[in-house]
């Protein structure tokens, strides 16, 4: 019974470094969702998708973030330029439909930032 | 714009013994779901229980129960018999029932210690 999966578990990057999280949501499920956990947080909404489509990217910083959940293959949580800002937990969650029923995370990538 | 509120940034509680975790929030919206999350420290996140608004019973979930208040917009979680797997971070998130909800706000997070 596989979750939602996500890879890698860690991540450690140089400044200036290019970082790629990525989420395969649990057997279907069509729905994604990115949030980021800073230490001592709660986690903080990102963005929203289904295949193909971006459906929300409020919480997401505009530069630097992009996401992507192709036709085939996971949904790509991509930072370019990463900064020591960017050293935080990302957890992926996926839902079977939108409203209401409940989110099911994985594990997190963890993102260091040297 | 909904918010949720954990007052209590730890806690702790002998084995066997009953927690209660706090939780309010503050919304406008009249149709919504609470979720309690635990956050061990593995950090997974593991969905605990669920409460839709609608509906008045109280949800339970084997030693896990809520205690949910509408008017109040108080949503706090009881563990009982508790277990030193008990340990964790717990969040209380709320999403809204409409158009264009899907995403969850989370609290804080209270950190439970169960002391044998």
């Known amino acids: 019974n596989a979750g939602v999966m996500q890879n890698p578990r860690h991540l450690v990057r140089r400044r200036g470094q290019e970082a790629r999280l990525r989420c395969s949501p649990m057997?279907?499920?069509?729905?994604v969702y990115w949030y980021r956990q800073l230490p001592e947080e709660g986690l903080k909404f990102m963005v929203y998708?289904?295949?193909?489509?971006?459906?929300?990217e409020s919480g997401m910083p505009k530069e630097r973030f992009s996401a992507e959940f192709p036709k085939e293959g996971p949904s790509i949580l991509r930072i370019q330029q990463v900064v020591r800002g960017d050293s935080a937990a990302y957890f992926c969650?996926?839902?079977?439909?939108?409203?209401?029923?409940?989110?099911?995370f994985g594990d997190g990538t963890r993102l260091s930032i040297l | 714009a909904q918010t949720v509120t954990q007052s209590q940034p730890e806690m702790s509680v002998q084995e066997a013994e009953t927690v209660t975790l706090s939780c309010t929030y503050d919304?406008?919206?009249?149709?919504?779901?609470l979720f309690w999350y635990k956050q061990p420290p593995s950090r997974q996140m593991i969905l605990v229980i669920r409460q839709e608004a609608y509906k008045q019973q109280n949800a339970t979930e084997n030693r896990f129960s809520v205690n949910f208040q509408k008017a109040a917009k108080s949503f706090s979680l009881k563990i009982s018999d508790s277990q030193l797997g008990d340990t964790a971070m717990y969040f209380c998130a709320f999403i809204w029932v409409g158009a264009g909800s899907y995403q969850l706000t989370f609290g804080k997070g209270t950190k439970l210690s169960v002391i044998p």
């Open positions: 919304t406008s919206e009249s149709n919504y779901y």
């Open positions: 057997k279907g499920h069509s729905h």
């Open positions: 998708l289904q295949k193909e489509n971006i459906i929300d």
């Open positions: 969650a996926s839902s079977a439909t939108q409203v209401g029923q409940p989110q099911h």
